[in-house]
């Protein structure tokens, strides 16, 4: 199975800060990574696919970059409703496996 | 919009069997692969398995001599059942959506998700 590391595993920001997420992936997976935002107690929203592209709707705070094995989240001027915790996902190969995810918490 | 609304049993004891069904609202069932994901309480998340509309089905390697996902068609609906079951299963178990099969190199993604089940698993 291809393991997904994401760091850091958690992380306190400001409202209006810039933050960046990282997520490595134990081989290659060219771009098939996706991104997914989770609050507690409700199911994973779908973010980001590709690497890159924006779901429709996310607003563009929100940007993907990377390929081959390195990849990042990256969020402009956090909004009070962007503190929740973040998967990415590889789908290159089954089976598909997420990363152990990064909890955004207020500063 | 689809809609996707979950249920089953909430509490099991060690040996029994798993079994939950996810209802697909507002949108074609045809044409999808359907998901089951689980997440242990304040833990990552574990694809279980897929089936497609026409009922072709791929599993986690890790649960696949235990798991079943099928569909009613008619009534759009999918279902999982996880034999055997252990404390290691208790978790938040989800149905999602998929564009395409999982894996093969294919741009794809899980969306929507059911709003997710608890199942506890203790004697």
């Known amino acids: 199975d291809i393991q997904m590391t994401q760091s850091p595993s958690s992380l306190s920001a400001s409202v209006g800060a810039r933050i960046t997420i990282t997520c490595r992936a134990s081989?290659?997976?060219?771009?098939?990574l996706n991104w997914y935002q989770q609050k507690p107690g409700k199911a994973p929203r779908f973010l980001i696919y590709a690497a890159s592209r924006l779901q429709s709707g996310v607003p563009p705070r929100f940007s993907g970059s990377g390929s081959g094995t390195h990849f990042t989240l990256t969020i402009t001027s956090l909004q009070p409703e962007d503190f929740a915790t973040y998967y990415c996902q590889q789908n290159y190969n089954a089976p598909v496996t997420f990363g152990g995810g990064t909890t955004i918490e207020i500063k | 919009q689809m809609q996707l609304q979950q249920w089953g049993a909430g509490l099991l004891k060690p040996s029994e069997t798993l079994s939950l069904t996810c209802a697909v609202y507002g949108g074609s069932f045809s044409g999808y692969y359907w998901n089951w994901i689980r997440q242990p309480p304040g833990k990552g998340l574990e694809w279980i398995g897929e089936?497609?509309?026409?009922?072709?089905?791929n599993y986690n390697p890790s649960l696949k001599s235990r798991v079943t996902i099928s569909l009613d068609t008619p009534k759009n609906q999918l279902s999982v059942k996880l034999s055997s079951v252990t404390a290691a299963d208790t978790a938040v178990y989800y149905c999602?959506?998929?564009?395409?099969?999982?894996?093969?190199?294919?741009?794809?993604?899980?969306?929507?998700w059911g709003q997710g089940t608890l199942v506890t698993v203790s004697s």
């Open positions: 089936i497609s509309h026409s009922g072709t089905t």
């Open positions: 081989q290659t997976i060219s771009n098939f």
């Open positions: 999602a959506r998929g564009q395409l099969p999982v894996g093969r190199g294919l741009i794809n993604w899980f969306d929507p």
